[in-house]
């Protein structure tokens, strides 16, 4: 009898417990329900009271580990740092309690993605942390996402460890995967990155198959955005390998259904390139319309987003505005409430003095060190400005110096020679003129080596552009971009001198006034006539009143026109400025009246 009462208790408690846990299952489901449907509130207090229902019973399971996991998910996405980490650590510490290693997986994925931000090797630490603990890293879903965020660290050109073949290593393990789960969306996203990673190492060919791959796709899956994406990608490939009308082609495409979506930033970009696949075929015409779409679309991206800006900052003021009238209430209530109490009255002024005081000194301290920060900024900026200054006047020292030689030592030479023959003693002086004749041939042949160390003269506009274009990058201050087209033969030294020293000017001039980070510079020839396409992103200016009052602009006119060729500016202040110049590639340029096009401003 007393075997039997014992069983009793025993099944009614095991009951009793398992009764228990089906009810905290079907509140955990209720939770994550209430989540997705955005009841955040409701869904922590079911959560909560999971954990303390299992802590109070002593029977910790997995419902505790997964709801510690869902409350660092929900203070993150609140903002909420501080209890996002405590409650996904709980996590880890209960999962690994209980050996829940799929909850692991989970944890180790959410720390990452919190730490993706800002700490990337930490990131991608947890990331590897929690693909180690898969059983299969070659199936199912969460191998296919921890192998895509993994890639996609390494992929990454800002984070320290970025490296190509792991990229591609998980990127297509990843693939693997998401084709055993015929996943067709993330297979075409997948294409697409490897694509982009192909690109970005120069492998042309891979990154075009993977390009057209994920079109495939993304084509029966009727997503507009995406093979817009992918359009453009392709036509980049087709404009790096010069098929210029093949990349045309691809860009109109991505461009129709940019325009059906509304992205107008992808719009502005296509625009961009399109100019330069149409200068690779040297259709300036068409190229110069295109820029002007692009400039248009460009500044309608500007109005609009300072427009939004103005809103947000309407906004912003009312909800400012009706805040401190709340306050202004609640002060006014907190008065009457203590009866406008004289002393009471004395102490919050006194409070608010001392809360503006320290408010005071605590913005002085940062607009000191925000102005410390900047001189130092400007300090650093003003010497690499001075290293490429000092570059550029060595390059024009060197030929004045080339030059006093002719005059000094040539010039010299010669007018001893012309004094020799007009010597009565015929026999010294002849040979005191071969003497000089000489010294000539010697002083000849070393201002000759002097003269062959132009680098221009030497190798042409080409080289001498890439070394200038070399040597702004290695200064790390400004990154320049150089795109040179069908440039095979050399041209006449004058046409290469005044084309080379109207684009120093340009970059001079960008160097100096224009505050920009980047610079983009086309060379093209097509038939018979040289393209030039200069652009910058700086503060722009006047193109009139530079003109009227700036030597340099007019030294870019003069030296344009001797070459009988034309040249277009266009640019206004804080728009940055883009140059257009035609060069018709003839075999006179020397003529005192040239007949070429007369350079305009847009």
Same mark, same amino acid.
């Given at each position: 009898?007393?075997?039997l009462?014992?069983?009793?208790l ?5 009951s ?10 079907k509140?955990?489901?209720?939770a994550k ?5 955005n009841?955040?509130?409701s869904?922590?207090?079911i ?12 029977n910790i ?11 660092g998910?929900?203070?993150e996405n #609140? ?6 980490l405590k =409650? ?5 510490e209960?999962?690994q ?17 919190y730490?993706?931000?800002? $700490?990337k090797?930490l990131?991608?630490? =947890? ?13 199912g879903? $969460?191998?296919?996402?921890?192998s ?6 390494y992929?990454? *050109?800002?984070?320290v #460890?970025f490296n190509?073949d792991?990229?591609?290593?998980y =990127?297509?393990n990843?693939l ?6 015929? %996943? ?8 697409h990155?490897?694509?982009l990673?192909?690109?970005e ?7 075009l ?11 029966a ?14 036509g980049n ?23 059906s979506?509304?992205n107008?930033?992808?719009?502005m970009?296509?625009?961009?390139n399109?100019? *330069?696949a ?10 110069s319309?295109?820029?002007q779409?692009y400039n248009?679309?460009?500044?309608s991206l =500007? %109005? ?17 505005? *009706? ?7 609640q002060?006014a209530?907190? $008065?009457?409430n203590?009866?406008k109490?004289l ?6 002024l006194?409070i ?5 005081t320290?408010?005071?000194?605590i ?8 102005l410390?920060?900047?001189e ?10 001075k ?7 060595g390059?024009?020292?060197e030929?004045?110096?080339?030059a ?15 004094l ?6 015929k026999q010294i ?20 080596h002097?003269?062959?160390? %132009?680098?221009?003269? #030497? ?7 890439k070394?200038t274009?070399?040597?702004i990058n ?6 320049? %971009?150089?795109?040179?087209y ?7 030294l004058e046409v290469?001198?005044?084309?080379y020293?109207?684009?120093?000017e ?14 983009n510079?086309?060379?093209s020839?097509a038939?018979n006539?040289?393209?030039?396409f ?6 722009g200016?006047?193109v009139?009143?530079v ?17 009988n060729?034309?040249v ?5 202040p804080g728009?940055g400025?883009?140059v ?7 075999t ?5 009246e040239?007949e070429?096009?007369?350079?305009k401003?847009?």
């Amino acid at each position: 009898m007393k075997r039997l009462l014992i069983f009793f208790l025993l099944f009614i408690t095991i009951s009793n417990s398992i009764f228990a846990q089906k009810s905290l299952e079907k509140l955990f489901e209720k939770a994550k329900e209430l989540r997705k449907e955005n009841k955040i509130d409701s869904s922590i207090s079911i959560f909560k009271k999971i954990i303390s229902s299992e802590a109070e019973s002593q029977n910790i399971s997995n419902l505790t580990g997964s709801s510690l996991n869902y409350l660092g998910l929900i203070y993150e996405n #609140r903002d909420n740092k501080e209890n996002a980490l405590k =409650y996904y650590y709980k996590s880890i510490e209960v999962n690994q309690e209980v050996g829940n290693l799929l909850g692991l997986v989970s944890n180790y994925n959410n720390l990452a993605n919190y730490y993706l931000a800002d $700490r990337k090797e930490l990131a991608l630490k =947890y990331y590897q942390k929690a693909f180690d603990l898969l059983p299969n890293k070659n199936e199912g879903k $969460r191998a296919g996402i921890l192998s895509q965020n993994i890639g996609v660290l390494y992929s990454s *050109k800002d984070f320290v #460890r970025f490296n190509y073949d792991s990229a591609v290593y998980y =990127y297509l393990n990843a693939l693997k995967v998401s084709k055993a789960i015929n %996943d067709s969306s993330n297979i075409s996203k997948l294409y697409h990155n490897l694509g982009l990673l192909y690109e970005e190492n120069e492998n042309l060919d891979a990154a075009l198959s993977n390009y057209k791959s994920s079109l495939i796709i993304k084509k029966a899956l009727q997503d507009k955005d995406g093979i817009a994406t992918t359009l453009m990608g392709i036509g980049n490939i087709y404009l790096k390998q010069e098929k210029f009308k093949e990349s045309y082609a691809s860009y109109v495409k991505s461009l129709e259904l940019s325009k059906s979506v509304g992205n107008p930033h992808r719009e502005m970009n296509l625009y961009s390139n399109m100019v *330069k696949a149409k200068m690779g075929v040297g259709a300036v015409d068409e190229a110069s319309l295109l820029f002007q779409k692009y400039n248009n679309l460009r500044d309608s991206l =500007y %109005d609009n987003e300072k427009m939004e800006e103005i809103k947000d900052l309407e906004t912003k003021y009312e909800t400012e505005r *009706k805040e401190e009238e709340i306050r202004a209430q609640q002060i006014a209530i907190e $008065r009457e409430n203590f009866q406008k109490n004289l002393f009471l009255s004395l102490s919050i002024l006194l409070i608010i003095l001392i809360i503006s005081t320290i408010w005071f000194f605590i913005q002085k301290q940062k607009y000191l060190k925000r102005l410390k920060n900047e001189e130092i900024t400007n300090m650093k900026a003003e010497q690499e400005l001075k290293e490429l200054n000092a570059m550029m006047h060595g390059q024009e020292e060197e030929r004045n110096r080339i030059a006093s030689d002719l005059h000094d030592k040539l010039g010299a030479r010669l007018s001893s020679i012309k004094l020799l023959f007009q010597s009565s003693d015929k026999q010294i002086a002849a040979e005191k003129v071969m003497e000089n004749i000489n010294e000539a041939i010697k002083e000849t042949r070393e201002i000759s080596h002097n003269l062959s160390t %132009d680098l221009l003269s #030497r190798f042409g506009l080409e080289t001498a552009i890439k070394d200038t274009i070399r040597t702004i990058n290695e200064a790390e201050r400004i990154n320049a %971009d150089l795109a040179i087209y069908g440039l095979q033969k050399r041209l006449p030294l004058e046409v290469e001198r005044n084309i080379y020293h109207v684009i120093l000017e340009l970059i001079n001039n960008t160097i100096k006034h224009a505050e920009a980070n980047n610079i983009n510079l086309q060379i093209s020839q097509a038939e018979n006539e040289i393209s030039v396409f200069y652009e910058d992103d700086g503060i722009g200016f006047d193109v009139q009143n530079v003109v009227d009052s700036g030597m340099g602009m007019r030294s870019i006119y003069a030296r344009v026109n001797t070459i009988n060729g034309a040249v277009y500016f266009n640019s206004k202040p804080g728009g940055g400025i883009n140059v257009v110049m035609s060069i018709p590639v003839i075999t006179d340029y020397e003529s005192e009246e040239p007949e070429g096009k007369q350079s305009k401003l847009a």
